[in-house]
């Protein structure tokens, strides 16, 4: 990879001019939820142009699911609004894409044959999305994510969950799959997706090398990405106040592929969840409820800041901005021209934020869940990037 003039700042440089068949930078795991699809919206276009989203479409009813598992009948009542939800869903995608790549995977409303037709239908075929498809999923569902392919022409994701370490049964299952989509004629993306790695004794790197070595010679792949997910999902109360900390594993997988002795014979994207955990997308949009706690989240080079915050409560306000200045005032913290993520939280520790709140902070310029989540998207997407740049 050619080296790149570096900026301290990734939203100081203008943003490249991008071919929607180049290889990513940075591929985030990201649910198509207001916080996020606005986190990217909101980003330095610089940013923006080296990220390539993976864009899960999440369920609409019903209680939690989980990537890579097929529920064993519909879990959606109603079919009408479920085909709504993801056409709604993927014009948002679309629109806060301005036209720059993403995949789209649909894994959790494919259960309906009206969803599908809406997924797969004329729109994405004339947008740069790029649908996702994967073993153990309908055949009907591979032949349509081919067929908007081949209608696009912008290629399609092969996702790929790895729950365990890869074996040849594997391998066959994704021949068997290629050859099924071969009809499309469309440059192909292996998305090999590790879920939640935020433990150090996950074998993660292992998987990921044996996987690599098993699917790299299958096909010319035009981009390999190796997702995972460090960010907790519980917050770590082992860590005690003011703040709490969680290791980054996935970028330390990441390193160990591109970096260690035994490096994979194709050149793999670095690709996380973001500022979230790797769940994110399994809640369905209509869960309502309201923790009277939240997260206020910061990326450093190695780990994830944590701070608990009340989002209710006569005083909640000021013990919100009490948290974000420790924050603010870490070891870390790139100050509050790196991006809009930092500028909030700066804003916020002086008691100045704007921004959309929930009932209980309103004008408390303290914020709520929805834009903490997005504040936390914000700085990690410049973060990873201006990480992955300094790179030669």
Known sequence: MSEEPMSEDPSSESPRSEDPSSEPLYVPALPARRSALDAYEKSAPAVRARVAPLWTVPPRFGRDRTMGMRPRRPLDPDPVALAAHVRTTLHAIERVQGGLPAWVDTFHVEDEPGALAAAFGPGPGSTPLR??????RAPGQQAACAEAARLSGHGLGVRVFLTALPDERLRDRVRLLLDRIAFARCPVDLLLDLGAVDDEHHPAEKWALRALGLLGPLHHWRTVVVLAGSFPRTYPEDYGAPLGEAHRFDWDIWHMLVDGTHRPAVRVVYGDYG?????????????????????????????????RVPTRGPDHADVIRELVRQIVHAEGFRGAEFSAGERWLDSCAAGRAAGRVRAGARGSGAGGPEVWLRTGHVQHLAQVVRALRRRP
């Open 131 to 136: 649908p996702v498809t994967g073993v153990g």
């Open 275 to 307: 500022a979230d955990h790797a769940a994110s997308a399994d809640r369905p949009v209509d869960a309502g409820g309201g923790s009277p706690w939240g997260v206020v989240r910061y990326t450093t080079e190695r780990t994830f800041l944590l701070a």
